[in-house]
């Protein structure tokens, strides 16, 4: 008997990026995995970004277009529509790695809670910058993202049995609380050791850098404490600067 693959819900969020929506859909839409929920949550885009989500109507499961309170709003939407084993969140302009990632993912270890992979940096032209400047850790856990956040939100399958709501307080760092809290909840993490995503640059939280680090101070702060958070941020400043150094320039 074969054995069944596990659902994946895939959850793309979206409002008026009618130059970007297509490079994700067709991400999706070129998979070689055969079980796949597709959701779409647009804000009620005007822009002609649901002209282009049209094109690919045969490969989406679910398509909500109404307004939302923001993004982490919406994405709880995409949650409560998602009936897969898993749940992944590609917002729009990020892309699956290649064709094969789905079945790369779930062929490198049996009924994990988590996986994870690496994630390569694109520009608004499509070329690939490079990778993160957070290294994909090794082996993952909540305690993982002291230093940062080294696991890219669009490289996280998260099982959806232990996919809590999104906390609306925070309105660019979410993930970061989102990711920390499922860790939290897991028994079984598994590094694919492969890439299985990219992400474009230049998003939300890096357009209001501060509020976003303001908003990651408070998190991390709240799940490993306020003197170990100053002394990890100490870190966090000095790898920084390092890099800087190294490279002149800074990539997320």
Same mark, same amino acid.
């Given at each position: !008997?074969?054995?069944? /693959?596990? /659902?994946?819900?895939?959850?793309?969020?979206?409002?008026?990026?009618?130059?970007?929506?297509?490079?994700?859909?067709?991400?999706?839409?070129?998979?070689?995995?055969?079980?796949?929920?597709?959701?779409?949550?647009?804000?009620?885009?005007?822009?002609?970004?649901?002209?282009?989500?049209?094109? %690919?109507?045969?490969?989406?499961?679910?398509?909500?277009?109404?307004?939302?309170?923001?993004?982490?709003?919406? !994405?709880?939407?995409?949650?409560?529509?998602?009936?897969?084993?898993?749940?992944? %969140?590609?917002?729009?302009?990020?892309?699956? %790695?290649?064709?094969?990632?789905?079945s790369k993912v779930f062929s490198s270890a049996p009924d994990a809670d988590i996986y994870y992979g690496e994630t390569k940096l694109v520009n608004e032209d499509r070329k690939i910058l490079g990778d993160r400047r957070h290294a994909c850790p090794e082996q993952f856990d909540w305690k993982s993202f002291k230093y940062g956040m080294n696991v890219c939100h669009q490289a996280i399958y998260v099982k959806r049995s232990i996919a809590e709501p999104y906390d609306l307080q925070y309105k660019l760092s979410s993930d970061i609380d989102w990711v920390i809290r499922a860790a939290?909840?897991?028994? /079984?993490? &598994?590094?694919?050791?492969?890439?299985?995503?990219?992400?474009? &640059?230049?998003? !939300?939280?890096?357009q209001r850098h501060k509020q976003s680090l303001k908003e990651r101070y408070e998190i991390f702060k709240k799940y490993y404490g306020f003197i170990p958070n100053l002394f990890n941020h100490g870190i966090i400043a000095l790898r920084l600067m390092l890099h800087r150094f190294k490279n002149g320039k800074t990539r997320d």
């Open positions: !008997m074969l054995e069944k /693959k596990p /659902k994946i819900s895939i959850i793309t969020i979206v409002y008026n990026n009618v130059r970007d929506i297509r490079y994700t859909l067709a991400s999706v839409a070129k998979q070689d995995y055969p079980n796949i929920e597709y959701i779409i949550v647009d804000g009620l885009s005007t822009d002609g970004t649901l002209d282009v989500i049209q094109e %690919f109507k045969q490969h989406i499961s679910t398509l909500i277009s109404e307004k939302d309170k923001g993004i982490y709003d919406a !994405m709880n939407k995409g949650l409560r529509a998602a009936t897969g084993d898993y749940v992944l %969140f590609l917002n729009s302009g990020d892309e699956l %790695f290649a064709s094969d990632t789905l939290k909840k897991a028994d /079984k993490i &598994v590094n694919v050791k492969d890439y299985v995503a990219k992400y474009l &640059v230049g998003g !939300m939280s890096q």
